[in-house]
């Protein structure tokens, strides 16, 4: 988060007309989220156990995440950046940024692991309001 906020930064003062673009690519990337989410298929819930990852390559996957990074680009170029540059105002959103996605990513493990046979059954109405909720939310960054 400190990455995407400090380069949206360094970028927005470079270039300031790319920031509302930036906020344009970040919404197009959630409705592309919310599209794959529609179309989603259920699978069987057992993961390749022949070659679990390593704590160091789930360290790695978090910096190469897509996700992360265009919704650290989204919401810094959307909600912080259009009030000026402050690197306090940067640092503190990456630091609540990290929090939330932390505890975000342990309640979607546990909740995703004891909810899983709910989810089977009803599968398509989950992920038609999932991918509803992500609509909602790239229309929210546009019109911001």
């Given amino acids: 988060m ?15 007309q790319i920031v509302p673009v930036a906020k344009y690519i970040g919404a197009a990337y959630v409705l592309y989220l919310a599209y794959k989410t529609l179309i989603r298929k259920t699978g069987s819930g057992t993961a390749d156990a ?14 190469l995440n897509v996700k992360i990074l265009m919704l650290g680009v989204t919401f810094y170029s959307g909600y912080i950046l259009p ?7 940067i640092v503190a959103f990456a630091l609540v940024m990290a929090l ?8 979607w493990a ?3 692991s004891l909810l899983f046979p709910l989810y089977k059954k009803y599968a398509q109405a989950i992920n038609t309001v999932m991918a509803l909720l992500l609509v909602w939310c790239a229309w929210k960054i546009v019109k911001t």
């Fill in 2 to 16: 400190l990455i995407c906020g400090f380069g949206c930064a360094a970028l927005g003062e470079l270039v300031p």
């Fill in 100 to 107: 939330c996605a932390g505890t975000g990513n342990l309640i």
């Fill in 50 to 63: 022949s070659r679990p990852l390593t704590c160091g390559n789930g360290l790695l996957l978090q910096f």
């Fill in 83 to 89: 009030y000026g540059f402050h690197p306090g105002r």
């Fill in 110 to 112: 546990t909740l995703g």
